[in-house]
């Protein structure tokens, strides 16, 4: 009885937590996240698709782009997870993929780098190259 109601403890633990990370990535999910060189692995690894955008705040084209992001990120939230990576503070992931040029679009599935888009487009160039790997 007593191992019973323990294991009964146990699973409701589980699926707290389940429902808490659930909702935590639901609300990350709806705008890009901030990646850097700490959690760059963990960020490509945790969700399936993935789309990074190398940025720095002086770029031109980057704040063109950024907009389309946002609203990428909120129209295919829960389905592909945008990320913003600052290429003027993460050296580490910005040499490690050769960010010769910004803004660059680094496309993971499934951890694995797919894709790669330089440089600032219309949205309607841009989705179906990010939504091919859906």
């Not at 146990?10 to 808490?20: A, C, D, Q, T």
């Not at 789309?51 to 592909?80: E, F, K, N, S, T």
């Not at 010769?100 to 694995?112: E, Y």
Request: with cysteine; charged share 30%.
């Amino acid at each position: 009885m007593e191992d019973d109601e323990e294991l009964e403890m146990i699973k409701y633990r589980k699926l707290k937590n389940l429902m808490r990370s659930s909702e935590e990535r639901k609300q990350a999910l709806d705008k890009p996240v901030e990646v850097t060189d700490s959690n760059f692995m963990e960020v490509i690894q945790r969700n399936p698709l993935v789309v990074i955008d190398c940025w720095a705040p002086w770029c031109l084209p980057c704040r063109i782009i950024a907009p389309i992001i946002d609203d990428m990120a909120r129209d295919y939230a829960g389905r592909i997870l945008f990320g913003k990576l600052n290429v003027d503070e993460n050296q580490v992931a910005t040499t490690h993929f050769q960010i010769m040029s910004i803004p660059t679009l680094l496309i993971f599935k499934n951890g694995k780098l797919v894709d790669r888009i330089v440089g600032a487009m219309p949205r309607r160039l841009l989705e179906p190259r990010i939504t091919q790997y859906l």
